[in-house]
């Protein structure tokens, strides 16, 4: 099936808040909380997300902190299915491995527990917003190097410039909004 895109600026579009350079100059942030703010929104948000991911066969729902950490519970939640916390280094309290990877404006770590999945079973990673790629394939790197497989990618928000989707190669990508 080919990635699935939705033209939802009404809903949704008008609810993201562009914020000029920050967290440096030259970056245009994408701001999800006025989304998040307007229940009406979010709630189609989620809904149009669960349309996305309908025909992804996936055991889990990963979401990567910290906003992903809302729009992925949010999706468990409503399609039934178990949340695995992927989180900044030294937040998670137990045996876990970790991530570094560099984004645009620096480098960061992320973690998660060892036993978040079982080896063979299809994870589905959700954050709010695909940039340049970075975050999401470290995510998968952890999934994968567990054990487990990703089933794909779920977005709120892509920055197509940034050519994120390149990065995670030829797994399954749905986004709600793309500038």
């Known amino acids: 099936m080919p990635d699935q895109i939705y033209d939802v600026q009404s809903v949704i579009g008008s609810r993201i808040r562009a914020i000029p350079n920050y967290p440096k100059p030259g970056i245009t942030f994408r701001d999800i909380t006025p ?6 929104a979010f709630s189609k948000s ?3 997300l669960a349309d996305a991911v309908s025909e992804y066969r996936f055991d889990y729902i990963s979401g990567i902190e910290a906003r992903g950490f809302i729009i992925a ?6 399609l039934g299915t178990g949340f695995i916390p992927i989180r900044k280094k030294g937040k998670l309290p137990f045996d876990k491995i970790a991530k570094t990877y560099t984004l645009e404006y620096g480098d960061e770590t992320i973690e998660m527990h060892k036993d978040s999945v079982e080896k063979g079973s299809d994870v589905l990673v959700v954050d709010d917003l695909l940039a340049t790629g970075g975050t999401a394939s470290a995510a998968a790197d952890l999934i994968k190097s567990l054990g487990a497989n990703v089933a794909g990618f779920a977005f709120i928000v892509e920055l197509s410039a940034l050519k994120g989707r390149l990065r995670l190669g030829s797994h399954k990508i749905s986004s709600l909004l793309i500038y």
Do not use: E, F, T
């Open 35 to 40: 989304l998040l703010k307007d229940g009406d």
């Open 46 to 48: 989620i809904d149009l």
């Open 73 to 78: 519970s949010a999706l468990a939640y409503k």
